[in-house]
């Protein structure tokens, strides 16, 4: 889930600017949490599954340049093609965190630094690793976020 918060009550008052943050909320472990704010964690990874990329990047296809949000859209319009195909991060300027789904859970606010879209790939010989989605073949994604400050926490 993406949400748009305005961080007017995330700095001293004195300070008070009106932006406007990008964000995406993420569930994760109490364990990682507290690692993150320890300062231990730097990184948070997903997996992105093919129902899951328009949270996390965009398709892009090299032979025209057109971005897709969804493989249903890209599947629809192109045909494969020798260039292939890029996925970009969708830009985030913060993850927001919760330990678990409890009311009263902990949170943090944390600064994206940066992300990057890296491939799964084959242990034994270095393959891509391949996903079948309504009858074509997707290449397996994982998304990497470089996690920065800490912008605000939430009963921690």
Not at 34 to 53: A, H, M, N, Q, V
Not at 69 to 88: H, I, M, R, S, T
Not at 136 to 152: A, K, P, R, T
Request: proline content about 4%; glycine content about 6%.
């Amino acid at each position: 889930m993406s949400q748009q918060i305005t961080s007017s009550n995330l700095v001293p008052a004195t300070e008070s600017k009106n932006i406007v943050m990008n964000v995406l909320t993420l569930i994760i472990k109490k364990k990682w949490l507290d690692e993150i704010l320890s300062g231990e964690k730097t990184t948070e990874e997903r997996e992105i599954r093919p129902k899951t990329i328009k949270k996390y990047a965009t398709i892009v296809d090299l032979a025209t340049g057109k971005s897709y949000d969804n493989y249903d859209d890209l599947f629809a319009e192109v045909k494969p093609n020798d260039k292939g195909f890029d996925f970009v991060p969708r830009k985030y300027d913060a993850l927001q965190l919760y330990a678990g789904y409890e009311t009263g859970r902990p949170g943090v606010l944390v600064e994206v630094k940066s992300a990057r879209c890296i491939p799964f790939f084959y242990e034994d010989d270095n393959s891509p690793v391949w996903d079948e989605y309504n009858g074509q073949n997707v290449q397996m994604l994982h998304i990497e976020y470089q996690l920065g400050d800490i912008i605000s926490k939430t009963n921690c």
